[in-house]
Structure formats: structure tokens, C-alpha cells
């Protein structure tokens, strides 16, 4: 089984982000954000990943969202906002991906994420679902999300501010 931390806020994790933005894919770069939470190493930090011997090999941000803010979810709780989930090119298809996304599910909490292009049967198959589209709340995302037993979508026929 693969085994999911949190990564510390520290030089030594933004080293390891740099091997992902060398990649590529750069609209996924936690490194700016990491950069930009680098305290102590206690610092609450919202980045998990698994390493395969000493490296790095995949990562994701996970945010507890304020029910107060919660506008996907019924009933109004809070949720857990999944961001940046990748896998290095080497190590994908190997279960790394779908480690994280079952760590996340673990907290029992429904999830929202927005989906790269072309991972769409990555999140179907990790039961992750499109929500009606709404202009005022996603503003030109597509979220999809995940619901644990007990939630469901929440249905706002007029968005109140």
C-alpha cells in the first residue's frame, strides 16, 4: 500500500516541486504557492504527496473549505477543496494518483476539484462527478466533485451573495 504524508513547508519540498514544474506542467506548480507558505516547518501545510524511495513522485493540495462558503453541497457543510493532484510521467499508472484522491476521501468529507484536460476518466473512475453548472458560483470552471454517503448536490435555483 502506498503511504500518503504531509509534506513539510520547507527548501527541501520546494526542491522537490521544482522536478515537477521541470516537467512541464506548469499550470499545475505548487512551487509559487509553497514559496509563498514557507514559515517553519510546523506551519500547517495543505500539500500531501508519496515518495517512492527518497524522491518525490506525486503531490496534491488539499483546503478544508468553511461550510459558510459552501455552495455545492446539501446539506451546507464544510469540504475539502483538492488542487494540483500529479503524478511524474515515470510513476503514472502506477496507483499514485488514485492513493491521494482515496487519502482525501478518508476525511469523510464531500471533495471538490477542478479537473486537468483530459482526466476525465482518472475522476470518473475515482467517483467524481460533473455538478450542474452554475455562471455565478464557477465562473468558468468545471468542478467536479465527490460525495461521501449522506450528501448531496446542492440545488440553488437563485445565487444569493
Do not use: C
Not at 457543510?77 to 511524474?88: A, F, I, N, R, T
Amino acid at each position: 500500500m502506498l503511504k500518503v504524508e504531509k509534506l513539510l513547508i520547507n527548501y527541501k519540498t520546494l526542491e522537490e516541486f521544482k522536478k515537477f514544474k521541470e516537467y512541464g506542467l506548469q499550470e499545475l506548480s505548487m512551487h509559487e504557492d509553497l514559496q509563498e507558505n514557507i514559515i517553519e516547518n510546523d506551519s500547517e501545510s495543505p500539500f500531501y504527496g508519496i515518495y517512492f524511495g527518497d524522491k518525490l513522485v506525486a503531490r496534491m493540495s488539499l483546503y478544508r473549505v468553511d461550510k459558510k462558503q459552501d455552495r455545492y453541497f446539501d446539506p451546507q457543510q464544510d469540504y475539502l477543496e483538492l488542487w494540483k493532484l500529479e503524478v511524474l510521467p515515470n510513476y503514472q499508472r502506477k496507483g499514485y494518483g488514485q492513493a491521494l484522491v482515496e487519502f482525501a476521501k478518508s476525511f469523510a468529507l464531500p471533495i471538490k476539484t477542478n479537473p486537468r484536460i483530459k482526466s476525465a476518466d482518472f475522476w470518473s473512475k475515482m467517483g467524481f462527478e460533473n455538478v450542474k453548472y452554475d455562471v455565478e458560483r464557477d465562473k468558468g470552471e468545471n468542478p467536479l466533485v465527490w460525495y461521501p454517503n449522506g450528501v448531496t448536490e446542492q440545488h440553488n435555483e437563485t445565487a444569493s451573495a
